[in-house]
């Protein structure tokens, strides 16, 4: 058990230019989470698969936030023409996909829009 | 309403004491709640998982959950400097885990 991994750790774009991070969920794991956070919150959910399938995304996610997750392995989150209300931490979450089975996370991944 | 709801804080427990976080939920078909622990610019990690009525211990940790309250708490015993973080709650309804906004613990010396 390797762990949920996040690249990059860090990100600092400028308004307006796209970028994209990368999750690499723990091997057994069939469910893959994208969730959002900023100072003082909980983490805000935004999609998760299961395996490929992408099986929700949340409302409050705008057009410009696109995810995938080719082969049911490892999941990109991309965000087009950043703004600086995107400035927050993405993290990714895995789990077995089963009622009682609780997320493990990854280190996140800090984005900062200037 | 929000699906999660927890006291913001900060909950100010002096060292040795017990520190009691609480939370309710909407979602009358949640089946799995979770406690997790977040430190200052790190991701959450797992404390305990609690699915029955009832209480859960794990050493210095225990659980409780009351479906017909909705209400889900967690006490920290003999509580040491170490567990000053945030502590999140989430529910499964189930399809996606939702988490409250967190309560931030302090323990005093």
């Known amino acids: 058990d390797t762990g949920v991994s996040q690249n990059p750790r860090h990100k600092i774009t400028k308004r307006g230019q796209n970028v994209t991070f990368r999750c690499d969920p723990i091997s057994e794991h069939n469910r893959l989470y994208w969730y959002r956070q900023t100072l003082g919150q909980g983490p805000e959910f935004l999609t998760y698969f299961q395996n490929e399938a992408q099986l929700e995304k949340s409302r409050l996610l705008s057009d410009r936030f696109s995810a995938e997750r080719p082969k049911g392995s490892f999941s990109t989150l991309e965000i087009q023409r950043t703004e600086q209300g995107d400035s927050a931490m993405y993290l990714c979450?895995?789990?077995?996909?089963?009622?009682?089975?609780?997320?493990?996370f990854g280190n996140g991944t800090r984005l900062t829009v200037t | 309403q929000k699906e999660v709801e927890q006291n913001s804080g900060p909950l100010s427990v002096p060292e040795g004491a017990i520190a009691s976080l609480n939370c309710t939920y909407s979602d009358r078909g949640s089946q799995s709640f979770f406690w997790y622990r977040q430190y200052s610019g790190k991701s959450p990690e797992l404390i305990m998982s609690?699915?029955?009525?009832g209480d859960k211990e794990d050493g210095r940790f225990t659980a409780q959950l009351n479906k017909a309250s909705q209400y889900v708490s967690l006490l920290i015993r003999d509580s040491q400097p170490s567990d000053s973080a945030t502590y999140l709650c989430?529910?499964?309804?189930?399809?996606?885990?939702?988490f409250g906004s967190g309560t931030r613990l302090s323990i005093r010396p």
């Open positions: 979450a895995s789990n077995q996909g089963t009622g009682n089975s609780p997320l493990h």
């Open positions: 609690i699915y029955s009525n």
């Open positions: 989430a529910a499964w309804p189930p399809s996606k885990i939702i």
